[in-house]
């Protein structure tokens, strides 16, 4: 068994010379003792002189230091520029057919409705186009201007929508030719016929259904007159020539187009 005995001394502190004195003498006058010099020259070891000592038991393992503090972060690493664009796969397989879906309100009977006044507005339309025929005494074209005859009496704004409805306005002569051939149709029947012209907007002032003033008049003698003050309206005598009237009167009636 070994004892070691390890004396630092401080050469520099005299009281420290002293305890190594000691030491050094109490281990000179101990038996089978070897003082040996420590390389550092500061040092001395005491070793017991003697068979090698055994091994010592393994000391216990030390304590874990405390935790160092965290290093400083990293470089931040640079991205690298995108890869180029992969080729097109393959088309994938066809997914599976949906569940059906729920049946839509059918347009049917709405459908079939319309058809029927379709059908409904076809019918009067050509009911209406044959009446218009059929009251139609004769045509009179001139200047790519068509007149038509109606052979029924109605009042002047009768008269009007009639025109009207069937795309034309009521017949305004605005030249001698016009006028005679308006009158030519007029000598067919013995009723005199509304003309589209009336003052109902300036009195004495006679204009066009769309109030645009005329030039051309072909007034009798002594008309208009504006009888009972109550006469707006325009009519066609016998002769061609012209009479104010009562536009409530009841009057065939030339429609152009």
């Known amino acids: 068994m070994e004892l070691h005995f390890q004396t630092s001394c401080n050469w520099n502190m005299s009281i420290m010379k002293v305890l190594c004195l000691l030491l050094l003498h109490v281990a000179l006058v101990t038996p089978g003792t070897q003082i040996c010099k420590d390389p550092d020259e500061n040092a001395y070891s005491i070793i017991t002189c003697g068979a090698p000592g055994k091994n010592g038991l393994p000391g216990l393992?030390?304590?874990?230091?405390?935790?160092?503090?965290?290093?400083?972060?990293?470089?931040?690493?640079?991205?690298?520029?995108?890869?180029?664009?992969?080729?097109?796969?393959?088309?994938?397989?066809?997914g599976p057919q949906g569940p059906k879906g729920e049946r839509g309100d059918s347009m049917g009977p709405a459908i079939e409705s319309l058809k029927l006044q379709i059908t409904s507005m076809d019918s009067r339309l050509r009911d209406l186009q044959a009446n218009f025929e059929k009251q139609a005494k004769d045509i009179a074209r001139i200047r790519k201007k068509n007149y038509i005859l109606n052979s029924i009496a109605v009042t002047y704004d009768e008269a009007k929508a009639t025109c009207a409805r069937n795309g034309g306005q009521l017949a305004v002569p605005r030249t001698p030719e016009e006028n005679q051939a308006v009158f030519s149709l007029r000598r067919t029947v013995n009723m005199h016929t509304f003309l589209g012209l009336n003052d109902l907007q300036y009195e004495g002032n006679f204009r066009?259904?769309?109030?645009?003033?005329?030039?051309?008049?072909?007034?009798?003698?002594?008309?208009?007159?504006?009888?009972?003050?109550?006469?707006?309206?325009?009519?066609?005598w016998d002769d061609g020539r012209w009479n104010d009237e009562n536009c409530a009167s009841r009057r065939f009636f030339i429609c152009e187009f």
């Open 61 to 94: 393992n030390g304590s874990n230091g405390a935790k160092g503090e965290p290093g400083p972060p990293g470089l931040q690493g640079i991205a690298g520029p995108p890869g180029a664009k992969g080729d097109r796969g393959a088309n994938g397989e066809p």
């Open 208 to 236: 066009d259904q769309s109030g645009q003033a005329i030039t051309y008049f072909n007034w009798y003698p002594g008309e208009p007159n504006d009888l009972n003050n109550n006469e707006d309206c325009v009519e066609m």
